[in-house]
């Protein structure tokens, strides 16, 4: 098991692997978190931009089991204390799948045209 890091050096960490295109190895370094026997004493106020990062990596590199896992332990961690916090991170994962839903229909529609006939 990692040893203990703070939540602030894993967001820090996973930004600067961000900046030099290294999405996996952010992904991976936030999900050392997750492992660590302090997750569950982590104040949410620390957890939540870790969580918001976390979802954003998963839907960029579509690991759809990475995120389900992080959204069920971020749930068991928070729904006792702050159910306004699980309720504010599953929303921020619907709107970055939906956007990334339209990114590739709009990709799609520039490959292949319109699915829909116009005017039929």
Do not use: W
């Amino acid at each position: 098991m990692a040893p203990y890091t703070k939540p602030e050096t894993v967001l820090r960490r996973s930004e600067e692997l961000l900046s030099v295109n290294q999405p996996m190895s952010a992904l991976a370094s936030i999900s050392e978190i997750f492992s660590s026997k302090r997750f569950r004493q982590t104040p949410l106020s620390s957890l939540e931009p870790i969580m918001l990062r976390f979802i954003d990596l998963c839907v960029l590199l579509r690991k759809t089991r990475n995120v389900k896992e992080g959204l069920h332990m971020y749930k068991n961690v928070a729904q006792n204390t702050s159910v306004s916090s699980v309720e504010m991170v599953v929303q921020h994962f619907i709107t970055k799948s939906k956007e990334k839903l339209d990114e590739a229909l709009a990709r799609v529609d520039e490959i292949e045209g319109p699915l829909v006939a116009e005017g039929s």
